[in-house]
Nanobody, 121 residues
Framework: QVQLVESGGGLVQAGGSLKLSCAAS????????KGWYRQAPGKQRELVAI??????NYADSVKGRFTLYRDNAKNTVYLQMNSLKSEDTAVYYC????????????????WGQGTQVTVSS
């Protein structure tokens, strides 16, 4: 089986930091991380950071505060979140393109279940 799981969320005070992880596991032959997204209550899902080629593009609201790191050998991507603000409160999702050597496993676009980030002021 193939899984894509986010972790690392939690409750933090404004100005604090969290490190999110997006990890793929299972019978994987190819893992290509696409981006981090978030959705706040009552709002549309928005892009946080996206991979385009060898570069990473960040939403204006998180530039200078969030940093994306990749560990390709572990099929894991991290999002270091610093100087957190109350407006960063949301469920954070990762998106990746995954292919398995097991033919019956769904191939292509995967979304994780999300991890809750709550920033108190």
């Amino acid at each position: 089986q193939v899984q894509l799981v986010e972790s690392g969320g939690g409750l933090v005070q404004a100005g604090g930091s969290l490190k999110l992880s997006c990890a793929a596991s299972g019978s994987i032959v190819s893992f290509k991380f696409k981006g981090w997204y978030r959705q706040a209550p009552g709002k549309q899902r928005e892009l946080v950071a996206i991979i385009s080629g060898e570069s990473t593009n960040y939403a204006d609201s998180v530039k200078g505060r969030f940093t994306l790191y990749r560990d390709n050998a572990k099929n894991t991507v991290y999002l270091q979140m610093n100087s957190l603000k109350s407006e960063d409160t949301a469920v954070y999702y990762c998106n990746a393109q995954i292919y398995s050597y097991i033919s019956s496993v769904r191939q292509g676009d995967y979304w994780g279940q999300g991890t809750q980030v709550t920033v108190s002021s």
